[in-house]
C-alpha cells in the first residue's frame, strides 16, 4: 500500500479507461458524474458556450476561482462549450455519446430525444452504451412537472416528516438531488459491471420522488406494513427513546440510546 500522502495513479483507479459524457446540470448529474470522475473515470462535461453551468452563477459564496457550489459537484472532470441547438455543436456531442461508455443527463423528458440525443439515437451507434436519464417525476404522467429539489421534498413526504409540529422544514442541503446522484452513481456501476459480463448496455431512468420515496425507510414502511401516518416530531425518534435534544442545567443535550442495555 503507498503512503497516504501518495495519490494514486490514474491506472489504479476502478473506473480507469471509461468514458463519461456529461450532459447533466446543476446537482444529481453533476454529484453522479463527479463520483464517476473520483473513481477514475474520465468525464467530459457538455455545458451552454456562454452561461454554462447553471450553479456558475449561483453565489455568494465564491471561492477565488468558481462559485462554491458548482464546485462541490465538479471536480475532476474536462468541460467543452456546446450548444447544444446548434447543428455544429448537436454532432459534436453525438460524435462524443457515440464513443463514450456512459452517457448521463437530466435534460427535462423528451429534450435529448428532440436533439438526436435520446437513448435509440445513441444506441444505434453506440450499442453498449449505458444512458442514464434524470428527472424529476419520471417521464409518465410526471413528465411536464418542474424536478426542483424543494418541491420533490413536499410533494415526497420529507417535509411532512423534518421539522418541529407546527412548523414543516426542508433539509438544510439539497438531499434529495445527493439521494438521486447517489441511486445513479450505484445503478451506473452495476450496468457497467453486468456490461463487462455480457457485452450488453442499458438505459437508466431515475427521477427524484421515486429516489426520495426509497430513502424514506422506516417512515415509509411505518404507513405500508401498518398504516401509520408518520409526523414531524423534531429531534424525537418515531420508534425508541431516549432518542432526542434533552434539556439540562448548562446547555440542551443530544441522547440517542439505541436498546435498553
Given at each position: 500500500m503507498p503512503p497516504a500522502t501518495t495519490a494514486p495513479s490514474p491506472a489504479s483507479l476502478p473506473?480507469?479507461?471509461?468514458?463519461?459524457?456529461?450532459?447533466?446540470?446543476?446537482?444529481?448529474?453533476?454529484?453522479?458524474?463527479?463520483?464517476?470522475?473520483?473513481?477514475?473515470a474520465r468525464v467530459i462535461k457538455v455545458e451552454h458556450p456562454e452561461r454554462g453551468d447553471d450553479t456558475r452563477g449561483w453565489a455568494p459564496p465564491r471561492s477565488a476561482t468558481s462559485a462554491t457550489y458548482f464546485e462541490s459537484v465538479n471536480r475532476n472532470k474536462e468541460s467543452v462549450g456546446w450548444d447544444l441547438k446548434d447543428p455544429e455543436d448537436q454532432r459534436r456531442a453525438a460524435a462524443l455519446a457515440a464513443r463514450a461508455d456512459v452517457v448521463v443527463h437530466n435534460l427535462k423528458p423528451g429534450t435529448m430525444e428532440r436533439l438526436g440525443l435520446g437513448y435509440d439515437d445513441v444506441a444505434r451507434?453506440?450499442?453498449?452504451?449505458?444512458?442514464?436519464?434524470?428527472?424529476?417525476?419520471?417521464?409518465?404522467?410526471?413528465?411536464?412537472?418542474?424536478?426542483?429539489?424543494?418541491?420533490?421534498?413536499?410533494?415526497?413526504?420529507?417535509?411532512?416528516?423534518?421539522?418541529?409540529?407546527?412548523?414543516?422544514?426542508k433539509a438544510g442541503v439539497a438531499l434529495v438531488d445527493v439521494l438521486t446522484a447517489k441511486d445513479l452513481t450505484a445503478g451506473v456501476l452495476a450496468a457497467l459491471l453486468r456490461r463487462e459480463r455480457t457485452g450488453e448496455g442499458a438505459h437508466l431512468?431515475?427521477?427524484?420522488?421515486?429516489?426520495?420515496?426509497?430513502?424514506?425507510?422506516?417512515?415509509?414502511?411505518?404507513?405500508?406494513?401498518?398504516?401509520?401516518?408518520?409526523?414531524?416530531?423534531?429531534?424525537?425518534?418515531?420508534?425508541?427513546?431516549?432518542?432526542?435534544?434533552?434539556?439540562?442545567?448548562?446547555?440542551?443535550?443530544?441522547?440517542?440510546?439505541?436498546?435498553?442495555?
Open positions: 473506473l480507469d479507461g471509461v468514458l463519461v459524457a456529461d450532459f447533466s446540470r446543476v446537482l444529481a448529474g453533476p454529484l453522479a458524474t463527479m463520483t464517476l470522475a473520483d473513481l477514475g451507434e453506440n450499442p453498449s452504451v449505458v444512458y442514464a436519464a434524470v428527472s424529476g417525476f419520471g417521464d409518465r404522467e410526471g413528465r411536464d412537472l418542474p424536478g426542483y429539489d424543494f418541491i420533490v421534498q413536499a410533494a415526497g413526504g420529507l417535509m411532512s416528516i423534518t421539522g418541529e409540529p407546527d412548523a414543516p422544514m431512468r431515475l427521477n427524484l420522488l421515486s429516489s426520495l420515496q426509497g430513502a424514506l425507510a422506516n417512515q415509509g414502511q411505518a404507513w405500508l406494513g401498518a398504516g401509520v401516518v408518520p409526523r414531524r416530531m423534531g429531534n424525537d425518534h418515531p420508534s425508541i427513546a431516549p432518542y432526542q435534544l434533552l434539556a439540562c442545567r448548562d446547555a440542551p443535550l443530544a441522547v440517542a440510546i439505541g436498546n435498553d442495555a
